[in-house]
Structures are given as structure tokens and as C-alpha cells.
């Protein structure tokens, strides 16, 4: 068993990005968007600074080195502040599970990223596997129009838009963070990027005067449970889940793993949220995952 402990690890982060997702969902629309992203960051940070204090005798990563601290910092910014950001405005907009849908593009991003920015070439299995998942994602976003001779979003354009620029930060905060974390503990690096997230927002209530608007959601305790939940399986269990799963399996294995969740949340869709899931739209998610894995495992 342990032997695959990095693909269980994948797998378990799958499962709590489904919870995550949902909860998030259910508080963006109670809190919004921008009150989530800092509160849930805060609790994330709490749940992670007990934890790292049992296992490792350290409330924060004071451990770490200037560079280590210097990339996952900025890794946070990139993924944490405006990733996060865009994709949790786009879980209010569209849904969960469009949403996560979309974000499935997350490791063909990252293959072009690695290519521009670190010379890593791709296969040419890699690049058939990256269009294969961006038309599996098509079959979902896409209809027929009314004329049957355009082709239309079948959701609001401006969450489909919200959900790739999600998908680009989380890719490039991903790849900066796999460079910064090396072999450091991944709950450590974790709180580094968390931290980077919460400066990030501060800054970004402070420009827009945001803070009223901030005290009022905490009198939500529908919205702030749950964020509690989403917390709890997201910024804390989840994030570090998937950089244990990076540092003990190929990233590409992982990242076929834990792009599954979009059919892990089709049950909650059809038995709690009692809403359709078409034909198209499943097919398009297998579409998508297979794509996932021809880029990394065939």
C-alpha cells in the first residue's frame, strides 16, 4: 500500500476538492466571493499552524529558507490570491461543478507553461492528450444555438472566463510552487503559501475599502459554516494532500487523479441538488479526464 501512497494521497485530495467546492459554492453566494477567499484563508491558516505545531514543534515554518519562503510566496500570489479569486467568483456564477469541470484544464495549462517558461518539451501523446481534454471541456461549454448553425456558451460567458483564468493562476502557482517547495514539508509550504494569500487580500480590502462589507458576512452563520467546512478539506487538508501527492508520484499522475472531481460531485448533483446532469455534460467530463491521463500515464 505504500507504494501507491502518492496516487492514494491524489485521490483523497479529488474527494475533498468535492467537498470544498460544494461548500464553497453554497458560501460564495451567502458571503461573497471576496469575503470567502479571506476567511477561508484564515481558518485554513489556523487548522494548518495546529496541525504543523503537533507534528513538527513549529506554528509557522520559521524552518524554511529564504528561497523556499521567497517562490512559495510568490506561488501563493499567483495561485492562492488571484486562481483562487477568479475561480471562486466563477463556483458563484456557473456552479461546482462547471467550474471544477473547467479547471480540469489546469494540467494542459501547466504543460505549456513548463514549455514557455522552463524549455520542458511535450511528447506528441501530451499534446493530442491536452486538445482531447479542452474538447471534452467544449462538449460541455458548447451547444448549437437556435439556428442550428452557430455555435453558443451553453453558460454565462463571464463565469466560463472565470473558470480559465482560475485554472491559469492555479497552473502557474502550481508550477512555481513545485519549483520553491523541493523536498520541504508540504504542510509547511502550505502555510507559506496561505500566508502570501491572506497579505494578498488584506491589500486587496484595503484598496477597495472593503472591511464593512467584510464585519456584515461575518454575521452569516449559514455562510460562515459552510466556509468552516470548505476550510477545513480545502486551504488545510486539501493544498497539502496535493503537494504530498506531487513530491511522492509524477505530477502528471497526480494531476489525472485529482482531476476527476468533477464526476465525484454528479451524485451531489443529482440526489441533493435535484438538478439534470445531461448526457453531454457527462460525456464531456469522461472526455476531459481521459485527456488528463493520455497527457501523463499512456
Known amino acids: 500500500m505504500t507504494n501507491y501512497i502518492g496516487e492514494l494521497a491524489a485521490l483523497a ?19 461573497g466571493a471576496l469575503n470567502l477567499n479571506l476567511i477561508r484563508l484564515i481558518l485554513g491558516m489556523i487548522f494548518l499552524s495546529i496541525y504543523t505545531f503537533i507534528t513538527r514543534g513549529f506554528i509557522l515554518p520559521i524552518d524554511a529558507s529564504t528561497e523556499t519562503w521567497k517562490w ?12 483562487d479569486l477568479l475561480l471562486f467568483e466563477a463556483f458563484v456564477q456557473i456552479g461546482a461543478r462547471i467550474s471544477m469541470l473547467i479547471y480540469a484544464s489546469v494540467p494542459p495549462i501547466s504543460g505549456v507553461l513548463a514549455y514557455i517558461f522552463l524549455g520542458e518539451s511535450m511528447t506528441v501523446t501530451q499534446i493530442i492528450g491536452m486538445f482531447v481534454t479542452l474538447t471534452g471541456i467544449g462538449i460541455v461549454i458548447l451547444v448549437r444555438g437556435d439556428d442550428k448553425q452557430k455555435i453558443k456558451f451553453a453558460h454565462p460567458v463571464i463565469g466560463i472566463l472565470l473558470a480559465f483564468g482560475g485554472a491559469l493562476g492555479q497552473a502557474a502557482g502550481y508550477i512555481i510552487g513545485k519549483y520553491g517547495m523541493s523536498d520541504y514539508d508540504a504542510f509547511a509550504s502550505t502555510q507559506i503559501r496561505l500566508l502570501a494569500g491572506i497579505f494578498g487580500f488584506i491589500i486587496i480590502f484595503t484598496i477597495r475599502g472593503h472591511w464593512p462589507n467584510l464585519i456584515q458576512s461575518l454575521k452569516k452563520k449559514k455562510g460562515l459554516l459552510a466556509t468552516t467546512i470548505g476550510s477545513f478539506f480545502g486551504p488545510f487538508i486539501g493544498i497539502s494532500l496535493s503537494l504530498y501527492a506531487v513530491q511522492h508520484v509524477n505530477p502528471g499522475v497526480a494531476s489525472t487523479l485529482i482531476s476527476i472531481t468533477p464526476i465525484i460531485l454528479i451524485p451531489y448533483v443529482l440526489f441533493v441538488k435535484k438538478e439534470k446532469v445531461l448526457v453531454r455534460e457527462l460525456l464531456g467530463s469522461l472526455v476531459t479526464i481521459s485527456g488528463v491521463a493520455i497527457m501523463f500515464i499512456i
Not at 72 to 83: E, N
Open 72 to 83: 512559495l510566496l510568490l506561488s501563493g500570489l499567483v495561485g492562492v490570491v488571484i486562481g
Open 13 to 31: 485530495t479529488a474527494f475533498c476538492w468535492s467537498i470544498t467546492s460544494v461548500s464553497f459554492e453554497s458560501a460564495g453566494k451567502k458571503l
